[in-house]
């Protein structure tokens, strides 16, 4: 007899976009976003950022999530450059 693994819920690139792309293209058509780069690359980037703060937040639980995942998004939409004067 044969044991099989549990099936396990698929995680893929195509899921993700489609959950994360209606706001993207409306933001673009908006002009909110840069015409520099397509807007789903930019869906994807971030979500590839708010990713990897959640995985360092995993790691070192400090501060809690909501701040760790404001604080990317922060410094997705407004860099972290300090402003010129």
Known sequence: MTVQPA???ALNAAAINSAAMPRPPIAGE???LTSAVR???LANVFLVHVL???LAWSYRPRPRLAAALGDAT??????A???RR
Not at 74 to 79: A, C, K
């Open 30 to 32: 908006r002009g909110e």
């Open 7 to 9: 099936p396990r819920a």
């Open 81 to 83: 450059r300090a402003p």
């Open 52 to 54: 990897t703060a959640t």
């Open 39 to 41: 807007p789903t690359v």
């Open 74 to 79: 922060e410094i997705f939409l407004n860099g």
